[in-house]
């Protein structure tokens, strides 16, 4: 069984990966949101949107803790191109929240063998 420990993020940290589990805990009350934020969008967009995103499984009351489907982060920093590529998948419509995940390698993992973002709050802060 695969145990990892990523102490990486500013707002989750640290985050422990159990097996098929990856549970973000957050750091302070703008993790608490992130987790939060990420709970929700997963469970509010369309199917085509929900296949980028990394499946959240379970949240805590107050976003303290969230679990989330492990996943293989990736460690190569994608280009521009397929940044601009998964944004325009990802289809953002006039008035609506920026795009929720960032290029960072580590923000992004492979999940049943397609690409997923791992960290997709970023209007949360
Ligand atoms: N589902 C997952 N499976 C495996 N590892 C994960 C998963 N989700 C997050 N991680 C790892 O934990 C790290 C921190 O998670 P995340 O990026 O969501 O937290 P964060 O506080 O928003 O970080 P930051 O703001 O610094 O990017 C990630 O960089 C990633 O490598
Ligand atoms: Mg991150």
């Known amino acids: 069984m695969r145990i990892t420990i990523s102490r990486k993020g500013v707002f989750r940290r640290p985050v422990i990966v159990i097996g098929p589990w990856a549970f973000k805990i957050a750091r302070n009350w703008q993790g608490c949101d992130c987790n939060r ?12 949107r929900r296949m980028m995103l990394c499946p959240v499984l379970w949240t805590s009351p107050w976003g303290l803790l969230l679990v989330i489907a492990a996943a293989e982060p990736t460690t190569t ?10 944004a325009e998948e990802w289809d953002q419509r006039p008035g609506e929240a920026i795009c929720p995940f960032e290029p960072k390698p580590s923000d992004w993992g492979v999940y049943q063998g397609r ?9 949360a802060w």
């Open 37 to 48: 934020y990420e709970a929700k969008l997963y469970r509010s967009v369309n199917a085509k």
């Open 77 to 86: 920093r994608m280009t521009m191109e397929e940044y601009l590529d998964l």
């Open 115 to 123: 690409l997923v973002a791992l960290d997709y709050s970023t209007p």
